[in-house]
């Protein structure tokens, strides 16, 4: 990608949206969701977060990059779960079918990492009700792939739930459920092979669904996102797992290495670091690699002095503005 392009767009990023003829805004840490009538405009801003903060400073073309990753894995899986997209007019917006969320995250996993590896470590031999092996080391494969579904707390982090649990919670029959898990999991193996061609492992990963205002069940949210799954380089797994050495992860954990360092780890009396443009161009060039390297194809950024009104001109093309 071209260094020069990524650097003239350092003052044009997508910051947020303020598009008031597309009704009422919502903001979330990254996109700006805006809902009209029976679709919803979510706009993937250039906006990043780390230890559940907003940073101060932006990154060029981050948006699109999570948008169209998102983007691609939608249309790779979509001949196995239906899923919200309607269209993607501009490389910052998805139009999709507005849904009613399933409180529930469908997390699954196909290795012992992260927050299992941890419970595991002290102790732990099942996980939302799903059994483990003794004798497994960090990072290594699961026998089988296992469902460990969360619900949504409103205070705190997310919980981990058995079926039942996630059920009774959700407010859901057990069919929907066993849907949604079926779902999950034909995702998983599809997401996991993909990774393989990309010389990737799949390592964990979670989906969200929804029901659409005729009943529909379908994906929504992201998937198999660098922000939303765990990836490892394959090429030299087996020989770190032998040594007990920490995998190659593709991730933007980079970005929270940075702030460490930087003495913020997301604790209250913490002030967030400002990020030198240097580093924002290289956090740039990470997340366009990201892309390349999940997606197999090359990433083509559309730099633009005013990308709020680039998106704007797109939304009228596509119809989707309403009348001022």
């Known amino acids: 990608m071209n260094s020069l392009r990524i650097e003239e767009q350092l003052g044009h990023t997508l910051r947020a949206t303020n598009l008031d003829n597309l009704g009422t805004r919502y903001q979330g840490k990254v996109r700006d969701t805006y809902r009209q009538d029976d679709r919803l405009i979510l706009v993937t801003t250039d906006r990043i977060s780390a230890f559940d903060h907003v940073l101060p400073q932006t990154i060029p073309f981050k948006g699109q990059v999570l948008n169209q990753t998102a983007a691609h894995f939608f249309e790779a899986t979509e001949d196995l779960v239906p899923n919200h997209v309607l269209s993607v007019p501009d490389p910052n917006v998805t139009v999709a079918r507005a849904c009613r969320p399933i409180p529930i995250e469908f997390v699954v996993r196909g290795y012992l990492a992260g927050h299992a590896w941890r419970a595991y470590r002290d102790g732990a031999r099942t996980l939302c009700g ?14 089988e792939p296992i469902l460990t579904p969360t619900t ?9 739930v058995t079926r039942e649990e996630a059920i009774a919670q959700a407010h859901i029959d057990e069919e929907t459920f066993d849907q949604l898990a079926e779902w999950a999991l034909k ?16 390592v964990d ?9 005729n009943g529909e069940l379908v994906l929504i949210d992201e998937v198999h996102t660098p922000d939303s799954s765990r990836y490892y380089y394959k090429n030299g797994y087996e020989e770190r797992l032998e040594r007990g050495e920490p995998q190659r992860q593709l991730s933007k954990e980079f970005v929270r290495e940075w702030l460490m360092d930087h003495g913020f780890q997301g604790e209250p009396d913490q002030e967030i ?3 030198p443009d240097a580093f924002r161009l290289k956090v740039t060039e990470r997340y366009a690699e990201l892309y390349e390297r999940v997606t ?29």
């Open 205 to 213: 990963t979670k989906y969200e669904f929804g029901r659409t205002p």
């Open 187 to 202: 995702l998983f193996r599809r997401g996991s092979n993909m990774a393989a061609e990309q010389g990737l492992i799949l």
């Open 273 to 275: 670091p400002d990020l």
């Open 130 to 143: 799903q059994p483990l092996p003794d004798g497994l080391r960090e990072s290594e494969k699961l026998p």
């Open 296 to 324: 197999g194809e090359s990433f083509e950024p559309v730099p633009h002095p005013d990308p709020e009104q680039r998106i704007q001109e797109a939304l009228e093309d596509y119809e989707v503005v309403a009348d001022r």
């Open 152 to 160: 949504k707390a409103e205070e705190g982090h997310d919980q981990d």
